[in-house]
């Protein structure tokens, strides 16, 4: 694997490790994640081997990535499994809640976020521990939308 990122160009490199030529083994590509700094061309390469990994090994490979892909894909899924888990519980309403006006949409997400985390205390035992809570989710988001618009 580590040969033919060396020797491959892109396109051929992807096309071998989807047609099982190549592994992507957890090893591997934690190898690559670290070795590999983070210009255009090696973003690109750890972006389309990451979506390549199977879902376990891939959220391990995100943590060693610090770049704001990595943390908007561990964003996107504590968001989705919190969310999940909310569903199965009774609903509540917060119309009451008082936001501060800097932008509405992240602000109830981040306050709602953190309501399901603090009433689901034993939550983390069952999807894991994996560090992120709402504020890492409200950095991630600003990181995200500071580099959509080009700040």
Known sequence: MVLGVCCLPLHNLLHYIDSGVLLLTETAVTRLMQDLDNTEKNEKLKFSIIVRLPPLIGQKICRLWDHPMSSNIISRKHVKRLLHYHQKQPQRSMIDK??????????????TLTEIESSNQGLDAFIGHDNVDAKFVEEAALKHTTMLLGL
């Open 98 to 111: 008082s936001f501060s006006v800097e932008f509405l949409p992240l602000n109830y997400l981040i306050e």
